[in-house]
């Protein structure tokens, strides 16, 4: 396993990661127990959750119950501003007031002390960003959280959020963490450009397009039962042709779809971590040997002439 500092920040994490939004949900405890074993038996060190994951808190309890022992092993996100079902006493979701409450119940389901990264999951129109900083800097000279990042942020507030940060001289963000795979890339046309100049790691999240680019959905076969694009016909339609091109690309190269969905993507300039769900152990060992496909140069030029990202300024 490769490791990189998430954007211009300390923070090391491994280049491929774990999305836990399956935790609590699709999978139990056991379930959880092995998907995040072999992730630390392969070398992944990085652990994404929210605390509206897994019906409302279920991600981040088995995630802490799998972790114990291991704590100085993994890096531990999370996020807050889901709808937790608090009710307006809390406060807006960016607030300091909902903030403070979020941090506090994510701590005792995880088990832990502190945080390493810790995101607003989306943007909160009802609070300056002024206001969201300044109560996650406290986070951050408490020793609750380690590091701040966002996620669905566009290109404009994750400036503002520099900004801000930087007139005020407090935490910044260190992390964006957005849509984003080889079928899906319209961050690039604004979010990975802002993030870049302001040394923001991006964590792409859907980095296999629920499950295109993992090799399982083929033309004229039926969607399997298990995946999340069981029923998503139309949707698997209009990007058949290009994952098509990809695995045509990647067989006629020795390689896999997921290693070009899953290094391909990691290649990209402003990319700091991978972060793909698994329901099983072998998933996991999969999409960490995807990992460690670096593409060369030529290499990244014709998967960007199969599925090339948006132009500059649209």
Request: aromatic share 6%; with cysteine.
């Amino acid at each position: 396993m490769r490791y990189r500092s998430l954007g211009n920040s300390g923070l090391q994490v491994s280049v491929v990661g774990i999305g836990c939004n399956n935790f609590g949900g699709r999978l139990d405890a056991d379930g959880t127990r092995e998907v995040v074993h072999a992730a630390l038996d392969e070398g992944i060190t990085l652990f994404d959750t929210a605390d509206v994951y897994g019906n409302k808190g279920g991600s981040e309890q088995l995630l802490g119950e799998a972790v114990a022992g291991h704590r100085d092993q993994v890096v531990l996100a999370t996020k807050f501003a889901g709808d937790m079902g608090y009710g307006p006493a809390a406060g807006a979701r960016g607030g300091r007031a909902y903030i403070r409450r979020a941090i506090e119940e994510s701590l005792r389901r995880l088990r832990t002390d502190y945080v390493d990264l810790y995101q607003i999951h989306n943007p909160d129109p009802k609070t300056p960003i002024a206001e969201t900083l300044s109560a996650l800097d406290e986070l951050v000279k408490e020793g609750k959280v380690r590091y701040v990042g966002s996620s669905n942020f566009g290109g404009w507030r994750i400036a503002e959020a520099a900004h801000v940060a930087k007139e005020l001289g407090i935490t910044a963000f260190v992390s964006a963490q957005n849509h984003w795979s080889l079928l899906e890339r319209g961050a690039e046309a604004e979010v990975v450009p802002a993030a870049r100049h302001y040394g923001v790691g991006m964590l792409p999240y859907f980095p296999l397009a629920r499950g295109l680019l993992s090799g399982k959905v083929r033309r004229g076969e039926p969607i399997p039962s298990n995946s999340r694009l069981r029923d998503q016909d139309q949707w698997v339609a209009d990007r058949i042709d290009r994952t098509e091109s990809l695995r045509s690309w990647a067989e006629s190269h020795g390689r896999t779809l997921l290693e070009v969905g899953i290094g391909g993507l990691d290649a990209q300039p402003g990319c700091g971590s991978v972060i793909a769900g698994a329901m099983n152990a072998e998933q996991v060992k999969a999409n960490a040997a995807a990992g460690e496909w670096i593409p060369t140069a030529a290499e990244l030029a014709e998967l960007n002439e199969l599925v090339p990202p948006p132009k500059a300024g649209r």
